[in-house]
């Protein structure tokens, strides 16, 4: 069964950067991409960014140029956040994305405040 488990998130101040890791374990055979996904109260639950096995990557409007999505490893992937703004402030989760299935983490959360 594939679990993820994040890690890194927490407190930041505006400007700051917090630095997000998500590890897979199970089996991994067709993977086909992984993802942050972040929601704050009230809202839902939407894309931040993705990268497939390949490397495509892709961001939402409001992170880019703030936010980078790595795959340290075969299954591990990083979330870079930069010039972090309080409406940042979110929990967030890691998705694995494979040919028939998608599998969660539990989130983390990154709050950004003064």
């Known amino acids: 069964q594939v679990q993820l488990v994040e890690s890194g998130g927490g407190s930041a101040q505006p400007g700051g950067s917090l630095r997000l890791s998500c590890s897979v374990s199970g089996s991994i055979f067709s993977l086909r991409a992984m993802g942050w996904y972040r929601q704050a109260p009230g809202k839902k639950r939407g894309l931040v960014a993705s990268i497939t096995i390949g490397g495509m990557t892709n961001y939402a409007d409001s992170v880019k140029g703030r936010y980078t999505i790595a795959r340290e490893k075969t299954r591990q992937v990083s979330l870079q956040l930069n010039n972090l703004k309080p409406e940042d402030s979110a929990v967030y989760y890691c998705?694995?994305?494979?040919?028939?299935?998608?599998?969660w983490g539990q989130g983390t959360q990154v709050t950004v405040s003064s």
């Open positions: 998705k694995a994305k494979f040919n028939a299935r998608e599998s």
